[in-house]
């Protein structure tokens, strides 16, 4: 896929919103997709531009798929998506409310747009069904069905998907790694899409992932790289709890396993993240800073050189991936919830915490990190956000502890390289 800066995305959407040719070439389709993929890492902290973006990411692959036959209809709701895209992007001012309200008009003319396709359709399998048959109708029909690819969307497949993967990990043993990729692939495709049944997915891509590794649950919590569960049980996997045994989990100081932790300062608030979490550690200039906030990423290719390689300087799973294809990829900057944290990220911080999980990776901005770690041995669960309790040192001090998972799976990138 070509890759496009955000004002080149943006400029490239202007140039389809004022084109006179409503034709869209293979090489301006290709262009348009790159630019909407730049687009949503840049408002992925902007549900409604986020969903906009992927409405109009799903009507361009269905012109993609109709060529010359594509309806005017999709034209128009393809160039009113990304004039309403360009205006946000160019706004001053920040209401969400006013975004919630654009998305929600929108997404009513996505609707009839659909309908207004399925009913042409039956329209056209009805007049066919006339000269040729039922049987061919119902050919011509099913051959149809993947012309508007946004079935993703309903959470009924989605139940259907948990059940598949449920069952992979139930029968291991006669895995068809052919049925595996497959599901891979779908739901990573449908990872794109899905904008309120995400969490879901991204739950089931990792039990999958899991799976095609060949790697059980045991050894999964043995792993050295981070997962909270491996010494405060149930972090992780919190949101597979009842709420009601949650609410009766005992809250008190216990032991854990010794954990390294590392200090870091965000918004004046010295919180804790653990050590093994830890991809990076990089200081920022206010400049570039200023460039990686613009655009909500920081491009991994900034960390390479001539003579200096770029995979050995990380931990966890960028370390294993080549440096030709590392250079090409951007990691999203997060922003922790919780203990009254601003839901912006530091725009005079001097420090670029890079996290991983797995095959989960991201940023984090800081004002200062601290350059001894400190030793937690006992732990109060006390959930605030991406807050999961306060640990304890040996000589009792208390350490606001971070979820490193909470953040990974929520605003984080999964690395499938």
Known sequence: MIQLSID????RLKVEIIAQDWGLSEKRIDLLESAFSCLKQRFKNRKAAHAILIMAGSVLEYVKKKGESTPAESIDFLKEA???VVNLYESDELDLEKDEKLFKGLYFRFNALKEKI??????GAGEQAGSQGAQLTSEARDGQQDDFDDEVLVPENIDQLREKVLNLRQNDLELDSAEVDRLVHDLQSSLERAEYVGETIRQLLTELLHVRKGVSEENAKEDSLPAEEAFLPGIAGESSVPAARQDSEDHSI???????????????????IQENAIA???EVTKDNLKGYLKNSNVPLKDFGGLFKGLAKQFRGSLANIPDKKLKKLSLPIMVPTGHSLPDIPD??????IFLTNGQWNGVIICSDVLAETVTM???KKAKNGDFVGVGFS???AELPLLNVVSVLRREGFLTMV
């Open 347 to 352: 725009e005079n911080g001097a420090h670029m």
């Open 280 to 282: 990076l550690i990089r």
């Open 254 to 272: 216990k032991n854990c396993p010794a954990a390294e932790l590392r200090a870091i300062k965000l918004a004046g608030r010295q919180v804790y």
């Open 394 to 396: 040996e000589r009792g």
């Open 377 to 379: 041995v006992k732990f």
């Open 118 to 123: 399925r009913a042409g359709k039956r329209q």
């Open 8 to 11: 080149e995305s943006i400029k």
């Open 82 to 84: 990304m004039a309403h």
